[in-house]
């Protein structure tokens, strides 16, 4: 049985970065109504959106912001218990509003890819030993269990983790993620915008899937598919879920 995705809020869409940073796509620029959406949002899954790095998208708002404005929106967002790191949206216009505030402009929110055949490891958010995983064939192969604060990054190709992904580690693939154990963390999939990836494990306890930056938390997912093998992919904006 296929699963949707909870319904797009109509203010605020929010995404989840392959980098572990948060994007609030705004569409109303009253301060109450992203206040009121991230809350909800951080309710229901405090463990990844509490104090985590937030980035503001302007880009759907039919007019910028001024600086008071968005002041009230980077306001909103720390009452929540979000970080304000950043604008996003790279127009002249919106450049000179972040240096207003004082704040970096990401133009574009995705990891700059490396040179054709290199594969990566991302170092995870606190010291830890550098993972070093194998290629085989065009994509990346991992053998070892990915513990908690560590990351294994596959950039240009699908990734195949072949032992469990523990809570508080995160695997990402430019294209899709196979994971043949536990999968108790978070992957991404399709991080450089790939809409086509897939998300395939074979036990189903994740912190949070991601496609193309649609996610889906574990508080989100029905009770039938936890501790399943399951298959994740997109449907248009939705991100589906079903057995495999």
């Known amino acids: 049985m296929a699963v949707g995705s909870p319904a797009a809020a109509s203010a605020v869409e929010l995404k989840f970065g392959q980098v572990g940073v948060a994007s609030a796509s705004l569409r109303d620029v009253d301060p109450r109504v992203l206040l009121a959406e991230l809350a909800l949002r951080i309710a229901a899954a405090p463990n990844l959106f509490q ?32 970080l304000p790191v950043g604008l996003s949206y790279g127009t002249a216009e919106n450049e000179q509003l972040a240096q207003m505030l004082n704040l970096p402009l990401f133009a574009k929110f995705r990891i700059a890819p490396e040179p054709a055949g290199a594969a990566a490891t991302q170092p995870p958010a606190q010291p830890q030993a550098p993972l070093v995983s194998a290629a085989a064939g ?78 889906r938390v574990l508080e989100d997912v029905p009770a039938n598919l936890r501790g399943q093998a399951v298959q994740a992919w997109l449907d248009g904006e939705r991100l589906v879920m079903e057995r495999l």
């Open 51 to 82: 104090r985590a790095p937030l980035i503001l998208d302007l880009s759907r708002l039919p007019d910028l912001p001024d600086a008071e404005q968005t002041r009230a929106l980077l306001d909103a967002a720390r009452s929540a218990g979000m």
């Open 138 to 215: 065009t994509g990346l192969h991992h053998a070892k269990p990915v513990r908690s604060g560590q990351q294994v990054y596959a950039r240009s190709r699908d990734l195949t983790i072949a032992a469990a992904v523990g809570s508080g580690a995160e695997v990402i693939a430019d294209g899709s993620i196979h994971i043949y154990g536990r999968l108790s963390g978070r992957a991404l999939a399709g991080a450089q915008g790939d809409t086509a990836a897939r998300i395939y494990c074979q036990d189903f306890q994740a912190e949070l899937v991601s496609i193309a930056g649609h996610y």
